[in-house]
């Protein structure tokens, strides 16, 4: 990914305010929106007891910015709407289209002081499916397409019998309907690369799902695949590009409506992306023990594709290799740190289960991590629970909590341990009561002034505002 940051740091240097660009990316029910609403809650009102930076106080310049949209027309965090559902006791409404959480932020430590305008992502975990199609042609995306579901990457019998249809197509109707069948077989399958991701999450903002194959397909079987009726876009196989295929003839058109679809619905996303500080991804290790090895494989290709996307490509000739560190130094040119999240961590009992559970995270992506060309100290797994739900009683290995979609009084249970390492074939044991980690529902004040207790918060808050001790 190419960076435009040069262009920020000359703002910087001429308004004396620095921006930092931060994405929070994840799939759904990782927890993006708790965060992202604790996060504002404690910047808005910093208590350094509550959480403590370093020695770092935060105080809001100009009130908050939580409404309307930004400069570049993007609709800013609902964060007022979403703090009274949760205050409430009602959860907010599922992610439907991106938006940003902005605050100008004042940080203060003894003598030194900086003045930060904090723009932070949320995106709808469906349009990640999408980010293969940035600096591809079609046709570029088509072979992508071919190695993630048919070969290299993986072996999706689905994809295969859907490459053998769309060879053999005679009209698109058939062809459509042969592609929707491929999505549906692997939504079945737990995949989150469905792309065009319009289909699951259209830009009517409404998300569709289903139990099964067929479920899902009777949703979506008058959903366009593209920006509608007239622009739908498939990927087409090898065969289909020979010079006489029969499927030869909607390469042209597929093109136009690929790009359409790119211009409308991709770059306006990763153009912003682009000129991204920090990424911190969020994934749900508890919720993964429990849905077995098909969700975990799904997730772990899916956290995979979001992180690699930022990847460091280093030039190939040594000099201008030599240039770009030496620019480094003198004006960031690259994203300066990226993080994996294990969310949730309240859920568990002792510090020793949220280090497995860290752990767990760590052997997901340890190694897209430090295959992203990044600064090995900048480069990280935490764990994080941006609302503590759950109290502990040690002596009783349990923990209390309101349990979501339960009644609101508190409810003592269980906790169950976290492994050492993933499961492997039987021992996974889907619904075993071994990994019966309870869905709990976020505490938080109706005094606005009273962020929500957390655990490991200030980790992620540190390192976002880079207030690392020196």
């Known amino acids: 990914m190419s960076n435009k940051s040069i262009y920020r740091s000359i703002w910087e240097t001429i308004s004396g305010e620095e921006r930092i660009r931060v994405a929070v990316l994840g799939s759904k029910g990782s927890g993006?929106?708790?965060?992202?609403?604790?996060?504002?809650?404690?910047?808005?009102?910093?208590?350094?007891?509550?959480?403590?930076?370093?020695?770092?106080?935060?105080?809001?310049?100009?009130?908050?910015?939580?409404?309307?949209?930004?400069?570049?027309?993007?609709?800013?965090?609902?964060?007022?709407?979403?703090?009274?559902?949760?205050?409430?006791?009602?959860w907010p409404h599922k992610t439907k289209d991106w938006s940003v959480l902005r605050l100008a932020l004042r940080l203060r430590n003894g003598k030194r002081r900086r003045d930060v305008l904090l723009e932070v992502l949320d995106?709808?975990?469906?349009?990640?499916?999408?980010?293969?199609?940035?600096?591809?042609?079609?046709?570029?995306?088509?072979?992508?397409?071919?190695?993630?579901?048919?070969?290299?990457?993986?072996s999706s019998d689905p994809y295969k019998a859907y490459c053998r249809a769309a060879a053999s197509a005679k009209e698109l109707p058939e062809l459509f309907a042969a592609y929707r069948?491929?999505?549906?077989?692997?939504?079945?399958?737990c995949s989150l690369s469905l792309t065009p991701s319009t289909v699951k999450l259209g830009r009517d903002a409404v998300s569709r799902a289903g139990g099964s194959a067929d479920e899902f397909l009777a949703n979506i079987a008058d959903v366009p695949l593209g920006l509608d009726a007239e622009r739908q876009f498939v990927p087409l196989p090898p065969a289909c590009f020979e010079p006489d295929a029969p499927c030869r003839e909607w390469l042209k058109r597929f093109e136009r409506s690929y790009g359409a679809y790119r211009r409308a619905v991709v770059d306006p996303i990763t153009d912003w992306l682009e000129d991204v500080n920090q990424l911190f991804y969020f994934v749900d290790v508890l919720?993964?023990?429990?849905?077995?090895?098909?969700?975990?494989?799904?997730?772990?290709?899916f956290g995979a594709q979001a992180l690699r996307m930022f990847a460091r490509a280093d030039s190939a000739n040594s000099l201008v290799r030599g240039l770009q560190r030496l620019l480094d130094t003198f004006i960031r040119t690259r994203i300066d740190?990226?993080?994996?999240?294990?969310?949730?961590?309240?859920?568990?009992?002792?510090?020793?289960?949220?280090?497995?559970?860290?752990?767990?995270?760590?052997?997901?992506?340890?190694?897209t991590l430090l295959n992203l060309g990044l600064d090995a100290r900048h480069v990280g797994v935490l764990s994080c629970a941006a609302v503590r739900t759950t109290d502990e009683y040690l002596?009783?290995?349990?923990?209390?909590?309101?349990?979501d979609g339960h009644s609101?009084?508190?409810?003592?249970?269980?906790?169950?341990?976290?492994?050492e390492d993933w499961p492997d074939g039987n021992a996974w044991g889907i619904g075993d009561a071994r990994f019966d980690f309870q869905s709990t529902f976020p505490r938080f004040d109706r005094r606005e002034d009273r962020p929500p207790p957390h655990l490991g918060l200030q980790d992620i808050l540190v390192r976002m505002l880079s207030l690392q001790e020196t």
């Open 32 to 90: 993006k929106t708790v965060f992202l609403t604790s996060l504002a809650n404690h910047l808005l009102n910093h208590d350094p007891a509550r959480c403590p930076l370093n020695g770092w106080t935060v105080t809001p310049v100009e009130g908050d910015l939580a409404a309307g949209s930004d400069a570049d027309g993007i609709p800013l965090y609902p964060y007022a709407d979403a703090r009274k559902s949760l205050a409430d006791g009602v």
């Open 123 to 154: 995106l709808p975990g469906e349009r990640v499916a999408d980010f293969p199609m940035l600096g591809r042609s079609y046709r570029e995306w088509c072979e992508w397409m071919g190695h993630a579901f048919g070969g290299v990457f993986g």
């Open 181 to 189: 069948r491929f999505l549906a077989e692997e939504y079945a399958a």
């Open 287 to 301: 919720g993964l023990l429990q849905r077995g090895p098909d969700v975990y494989n799904a997730e772990k290709a």
């Open 337 to 367: 740190g990226a993080h994996v999240v294990a969310t949730k961590a309240d859920r568990v009992l002792s510090e020793e289960n949220r280090t497995r559970l860290k752990n767990l995270a760590r052997r997901m992506f340890g190694a």
């Open 395 to 403: 002596r009783e290995k349990a923990l209390g909590a309101r349990l």
């Open 408 to 419: 609101e009084a508190l409810t003592t249970y269980r906790a169950a341990d976290v492994p």
